[in-house]
C-alpha cells in the first residue's frame, strides 16, 4: 500500500496548500484571517463544524473504546450530537448576537478582562494537548499505511499542515473542511458497508449486544461523560469558533442544529464499525494495531486507502481548527493584538510544540483529550455559561466568577496530573473518580453565587 499511500498524499496535501497559497490574497482584514469574515452561509457552517468535530478521537480512538467496552463507546460522539443540539437551542443566537471573535473575547464582553485572560491560558494551555493528541493518531495512521514508522513523512505532513493553516487562516480551514468532511463520510461507509454486506462474519453477536450500559460502563461513567464531554460540544472554543464565523444569529443556531443531526448518525455507523471488529477479531489477531487499522487491512488496497484518507481527513480536520483557534486566542486574547502577521507567528509556534509532544510520544489520543477536557470542561463550561445567559441582565461579582473558574479548573487539573499523589496522601478513590465533576458542581454554584440580583 505504501507506494499507492505516497502518491495519494502527495496529491491531496497538494490541494490543501493550493487552497491556503490562494486565500493568501483574499486576507485583508485580522476578521478575514480569524474568523472567516464572519460571513458563512449555514451550508459552509454544518460543514466546518462537523469535520471540526469529527476527529482522531471519534474515529479511531471511538473503535479502540468500542472494542474495549462494547455498544456504550457511542455515548462519547452520542453527548457530543446532544451537546450541539442543545447549543443551539439555548446558546448560539446569543453568543452570535454578542459579536465576539474568541470564547475569552465572549468571557471578556460579558464579564470582563480578567475573564478573558484566565479562559485563554487554559484553553491554549490545554489546547496544545488537544493538538499533540491529533498528531499522534496522524502519526499511527501514517505508520500503518506505509507498513512501517517514517518519523520523516510524519514530519513533513505535519509541517504542511501547519502551513496550509498559516497561509490562509479560518478562510483556507473553511474551505478545507468541507473537502475532508466529504472524504470521512465515504470512506467510513464504505467501510461499513464492506464489512456487514461482504465480509460478513459474525453479525448476530453484533445484533445481540447492542446496550446502552453494561459492566464496563455504568451510570457513573454515563453522567460524568454527559457533563465532560457534552460540555466540550456545549461550550467548547472550537464549537463556538463556527458560531463566530456565521454570518448571523440565525445561521449559528440552524448550523448547530443539523451538525449534531449528522454527528448522531456518525456516531451509530463508526459504533458499528467497532462491533464489528469486537466480535469479528480477536485481541490475539489485533495485537498492537488497534481496533481501526487492522479492520482497514482485511480490506481490499482500493477500498483500504479510502478509509485511511478518510481518517486522515478526520485528524486534520480536527487539527487545523485546533491549531488556528488557539493561535488567535493567544493574540487576540493574552498579548491583546489583532494581528494576522502575530498569529501566524503564534500558529508556527503552537503548531511546533504540539508537534515535538507528538514525536516524543506523550500519550495516546484518548488519555490526551480527555485530560484536556478534564480542565476544561470544570473551569469553563458553567461560569461561561451562566455570564451568557445573565449578559446585560444581571451584574456579575467579578471575583466570585473567577474563583469559579480557578476552583473547577485547579480539581479538573489535581484529578487528571496528580492522581498518583493525592492518592497517596490519602484522598478517598470515590472523590479520586469524581474531581472533574466535583470541580463541575463547585463551579457552577460558585458563579450562580456570583449573580448580582436586586441590586
Not at 469529527?54 to 468500542?66: F, L, R
Amino acid at each position: 500500500m505504501d507506494n499507492v499511500f505516497v502518491i495519494a498524499l502527495v496529491l491531496y496535501l497538494c490541494v490543501f496548500v493550493l487552497i491556503g497559497v490562494l486565500d493568501l490574497k483574499k486576507i485583508k482584514t485580522f476578521t478575514d484571517y480569524s474568523v472567516a469574515g464572519k460571513n458563512q452561509s449555514v451550508f459552509a457552517v454544518i460543514m466546518t463544524l462537523t469535520a471540526t468535530v469529527v476527529g482522531a478521537s471519534t474515529t479511531i480512538g471511538i473503535t479502540d473504546t468500542v472494542y474495549k467496552i462494547g455498544f456504550p463507546g457511542f455515548w462519547w460522539l452520542a453527548f457530543g450530537a446532544l451537546g450541539l443540539i442543545l447549543q443551539s437551542v439555548f446558546l448560539s443566537e446569543k453568543v452570535r448576537r454578542i459579536n465576539a471573535d474568541t470564547l475569552p473575547d465572549l468571557a471578556s464582553k460579558t464579564v470582563g478582562s480578567a475573564a478573558e485572560k484566565i479562559i485563554a491560558a487554559i484553553i491554549v494551555i490545554s489546547w496544545v494537548g488537544v493538538i499533540a493528541g491529533q498528531l499522534v493518531a496522524m502519526n499511527s495512521l501514517i505508520s500503518f499505511a506505509l507498513g512501517e514508522s517514517n518519523r520523516v513523512i510524519f514530519f513533513v505532513v505535519s509541517v504542511i499542515v501547519i502551513a496550509y493553516t498559516t497561509f490562509g487562516g479560518q478562510l483556507s480551514v473553511v474551505k478545507t473542511d468541507k473537502i475532508q468532511l466529504f472524504i470521512i463520510f465515504t470512506g467510513v461507509v464504505i467501510t461499513l458497508i464492506y464489512l456487514y454486506l461482504v465480509k460478513g462474519g459474525d453479525t448476530a453477536s453484533v445484533a445481540a449486544n447492542i446496550e446502552l450500559m453494561n459492566e464496563n460502563y455504568t451510570g457513573v461513567n454515563l453522567f460524568t461523560q454527559f457533563f465532560v464531554i457534552g460540555g466540550v460540544y456545549f461550550l467548547g472554543p472550537d464549537i463556538m469558533s463556527r458560531n463566530f464565523i456565521s454570518k448571523d444569529e440565525k445561521t449559528a443556531k440552524n448550523s448547530a442544529r443539523v451538525a449534531g443531526v449528522v454527528l448522531f448518525v456518525f456516531a451509530i455507523l463508526i459504533t458499528l464499525i467497532g462491533m464489528w471488529i469486537k466480535y469479528n477479531v480477536s485481541a490475539e489477531e489485533m495485537g498492537e494495531s488497534g481496533a481501526l487499522m487492522y479492520a482497514i487491512s482485511l480490506m481490499p488496497k482500493g477500498v483500504a486507502v479510502v478509509m485511511i484518507f478518510g481518517l486522515l481527513s478526520a485528524i486534520l480536520s480536527s487539527t487545523d481548527t485546533c491549531i488556528i483557534n488557539a493561535s488567535t486566542i493567544f493574540v487576540k486574547d493574552i498579548l491583546k493584538k489583532d494581528s494576522v502577521t502575530g498569529v501566524r507567528i503564534s500558529v508556527l509556534v503552537i503548531g511546533g510544540i504540539s508537534l515535538a509532544l507528538a514525536m516524543l510520544g506523550r500519550g495516546d489520543i484518548m488519555s490526551l483529550l480527555t485530560g484536556a477536557y478534564s480542565i476544561y470542561t470544570p473551569g469553563v463550561i458553567f461560569p461561561l455559561m451562566i455570564a451568557i445567559f445573565a449578559y446585560n441582565k444581571f451584574e456579575l461579582r467579578k471575583g466570585l466568577w473567577l474563583a469559579a473558574v480557578i476552583c473547577g479548573g485547579a480539581l479538573g487539573l489535581a484529578g487528571t496530573y496528580f492522581g498518583t499523589a493525592l492518592t497517596a496522601a490519602g484522598v478517598p478513590d470515590v472523590i479520586m473518580g469524581n474531581l472533574s465533576l466535583i470541580g463541575m458542581g463547585i463551579s457552577l454554584v460558585l458563579s450562580f453565587c456570583s449573580i448580582k440580583r436586586g441590586e
